[in-house]
Structure formats: C-alpha cells, structure tokens
C-alpha cells in the first residue's frame, strides 16, 4: 500500500528566515569568576528580503545578537541558522559593516573595496572594475585614487558600505554604521542605504540607537529590554509605504505614530538603564 503524505501548507511552504536565533543566550566570564547573562533566551527571526532593526538601551546586547548572528560569537544556550541551515563557524552568507570603518590607511578607496574579491581569490583586474563600478553606485567614482585620510566620514561610509557589498552577501549586518556621523549626513546615508538595498532585498539586520533612524529604515523594528539578561520585549511592524524619503518620511502622521507607541515601550528600558525609574 502506498502512503500519502498529507501536506500542511502553511508548514512546509513557509518561507525559511534569512537568519533565525532560538532560545539563543550569551554569558561571559564563569571561568574562576561569576557568570555574566548577558542575554536571556531570546528569539529572532529575520526573513528573506526583510530589513529588521534592532533598539535598545547602551549595553543591553544588540550587537551581541548581531556578533550571535555573524558566527563570531558562540551561544551559550540555543541555535542560530542561517536559510535553515545550523551555523557553524562564521557566516559566510553575511556581510557585517561595522560602526568604526575597516578601510586600510595605506590604501585607496578602490583598493580598499578591491580586496573583498582579492581575499577570495578573484583577479585583480576583475576586483578594480568591480570596485570602480560599487564606488560609482554610491556615488564615490570620481574619489576612487583617494586615500581614507583624504575622504570624509560620510565617504568613508560609502566605501565601506561598498567594501560589504561588492561580495553580494545574501544578509546585511549593520552595527550602527552611521552612529559616528553627522545627522545630516546620517540622513543621507540612509537613504543611499535604502536605494541600494531596494535592488534586491537583502535580509537586513540593523542595530541603532536611533529610533528615527530605525523606523524610518525598516519593515520592523525589534525592542530590547534593558541588561543584565537582556531579551526582546517588543516587535512592531512598520507599516509605512516603500520606496520611503528617509527625511520626508519623518514629517508624516504615521510616522510619528509609530514613534510614540514604540518609544512609550523603549523609555522605560532606557531609563532602567540609567539608573532612573520607569
């Protein structure tokens, strides 16, 4: 007799998450000293295409989650996968942009994003006409022979931004990557973010300080509790229509909605974080 089986569609025609922590927890120290929670079992899902991002009072463990997610840092309780596959080792599907940028002095901004390619065996020919074509898509091509020294904060951004993308990563990393500029240009950035990543959709996981900033980036913006045993507290969705004017956005009423129901839930945890009293 042959057997049948009976598909549940809502099961196995789910779209698998881009990135998926479950029960993930982090603690330090315990070696001949106490142990740091600095994470309690905490869940995150971040689909295919998705831009989440990531608020929460200073130290509660966002980019701890993120370094969770890039495979630099081991879990102490919990799985992390990646397309539904257990990560093990690092993330090679991920791009990570740092806050402070990785371009090396000695190097022009072309070099600079070249050596993305280079470090994985590519031509180097093939490597500069990549590297000229990103510097050109975030608007740096006539910078190219520049050296960091000799470029702005918000070029220097750029490059960076550049250097991540050239690989073509299938998820986005991003620890505050515009938290040392200006706010004009974070603005800006932003918005050139959002242009490049409306292309494809990568998978999108941002952590910011800025709650602006996240509501006017993302499809949801994740709450984390206050530390030690940090967790996610709250997820909203957010609901403004694409393709957004990262400044426009701002001004309109929804915007500002969501901005009062999301902070009404973040004050407290920031102000436990400082000692005040919710």
């Known amino acids: 007799m042959v057997s049948l089986r009976v598909i549940d569609t809502k099961r196995d025609l789910a779209p698998v998450p881009a990135v998926a922590l479950e029960d993930v927890s982090i603690v330090y120290g315990g070696t001949g000293g106490p142990a740091y929670e600095a994470v309690a079992p905490t869940s995150l899902a971040v689909g295919n295409a998705e831009f989440v991002a990531i608020v929460g009072p200073t130290g509660c463990g966002k980019s701890t989650l993120l370094n969770a997610a890039a495979g630099l840092l081991k879990p102490a309780g919990g799985s992390v996968s990646v397309f ?7 993330n090679a599907k991920a791009g990570y942009l740092f806050q402070q940028d990785a371009l090396m002095p000695w190097k022009t901004a072309r070099d600079n994003v070249a050596i993305a390619l280079e470090v994985a065996d590519r031509p180097r020919a093939e490597a500069l006409e990549k590297a000229q074509a990103w510097l050109t898509k975030v608007g740096l091509a006539p ?4 050296y960091p020294h000799q470029l702005s904060g918000g070029q220097r951004k750029r490059v960076g931004l550049a250097q991540v993308l050239i690989r073509n990563p299938k998820i986005l990393l991003m620890d505050e990557p515009f938290g040392p500029l200006d706010a004009q240009t974070r603005i800006i950035m932003g918005g050139l973010l959002l242009d490049l990543w409306a292309t494809d ?3 999108v996981m941002f952590v910011t300080h800025d709650l602006e900033e996240a509501i006017a980036l993302a499809d949801r913006v994740v709450i984390m509790s206050a530390g030690p045993r940090a967790r996610i507290i709250g997820d909203h969705a957010i609901d403004l229509p694409r393709p957004r004017d990262v400044a426009e956005i701002r001004l309109e009423p929804r915007f500002h909605a969501l901005h009062k129901a999301i902070w009404g839930q973040l004050r407290a945890e920031v102000l436990k974080a400082y000692g005040g009293t919710p």
């Open 84 to 90: 539904g596959q257990p990560l093990a080792g690092l």
């Open 143 to 146: 910078f190219a022979d520049r």
């Open 201 to 203: 959709r990568k998978a």
